[in-house]
């Protein structure tokens, strides 16, 4: 599978209580890797699927912390280093009660000038499935670049999915521009709020059902109530959540993608491999950061480039 999305620094802060505007607010702060495209590539490797490739963008500050930790998940790096623009850093709020929801404050950086020049047909060599990370769609260069793969992976006839990212993202860069984008995709996986957003219904099961008369399969992700499949106008199944006890919800959906891929892949229909993405979802939320384990992070993470 080839991954072509973002690399990000994620600096994770989990505070319990508001904000205090103004003053101080207690937080335990990490800095771990991150970025949309990057998680679910590791956390294809983690559920099962042996060969996972990420096309991305980073910045010299940390193109070998992020190479490395790609490497130590067992993902194989194609990263694109920007001369002049330094890695994205998103910065995670994540609220230390019940519901660990968090916020994020986004410096995208190298991440989105990834660009058709970056782009070569023969990275689909080999290659049973393409994701784009829908964070792609909201720049000028890296939207040229999904058309540009878009038009590869028709030419390939290699399938491709896609996540749409970022609900926020999406309402400035507009609902049907970002559909025209699309055009080709044969899964989509958006969140709860992204598929309300695409449909302009209020009801997910609703919303999803209506996405999946543009897209052949449509899986919506829908946190703590699981996950809806969609096909041909209605919505064929309702998979539970897992049961988990959230620390940090940064990465959840990116999991799920990632494990409902490798699922795929390795031969499961759609229900069976949304299941394994609800699994993966359950393990995500009670980890901090959006990355599963590794066997650098069980011993103790290695030390963060200094920002």
């Given at each position: ?211 999946s008369r543009h897209f052949p399969l449509v899986v919506a992700k829908l946190g703590g109530d ?82």
């Open positions: 599978m080839l991954v072509v999305g973002d690399v990000v620094t994620d600096v994770v802060a989990r505070h319990r209580g508001p904000l205090a505007p103004g003053t101080d607010t207690v937080a335990a702060v990490r800095t771990v890797p991150g970025g949309a495209g990057a998680n679910v590539a590791c956390w294809a490797v983690h559920e099962g699927c042996a060969d996972v490739r990420l096309l991305g963008r980073v910045g010299r500050d940390a193109a070998v912390w992020h190479e490395r930790e790609l490497r130590a998940s067992g993902v194989r790096p194609l990263l694109v280093t920007d001369p002049t623009t330094p890695t994205g850093t998103v910065i995670c709020l994540v609220d230390g009660g019940a519901s660990a929801e968090r916020t994020f404050l986004t410096d995208s950086g190298a991440s989105l000038r990834l660009a058709p020049d970056d782009w070569s047909p023969a990275l689909l060599d080999g290659v049973a499935r393409l994701h784009l990370s829908g964070y792609l769609f909201f720049s000028a260069p890296s939207r040229a670049l999904v058309s540009v793969v878009l038009e590869s992976t028709r030419t390939r006839g290699v399938p491709v999915s896609l996540d749409p990212a970022s609900a926020g993202f999406l309402t400035d860069l507009g609902v049907d521009r970002f559909l025209e984008l699309c055009a080709g995709v044969d899964v989509l996986l958006p969140s709860r709020d992204e598929a309300c957003l695409l449909t302009g219904l209020p009801d997910p099961a609703d919303a999803a059902a209506e996405l699981g996950a809806l499949v969609a096909r041909s106008g209605s919505v064929r199944a309702h998979v539970p959540a897992l049961r988990a006890t959230p620390r940090d919800t940064t990465g959840a959906g990116d999991a799920f993608t990632g494990a409902f891929l490798a699922s795929l892949l390795a031969g499961a229909g759609p229900q069976e491999a949304a299941r394994a993405g609800c699994a993966a979802g359950a393990m995500a939320v009670e980890r901090v950061g959006g990355r599963p384990p590794t066997e650098d992070s069980r011993r103790g993470e290695e030390a963060a480039p200094v920002r």
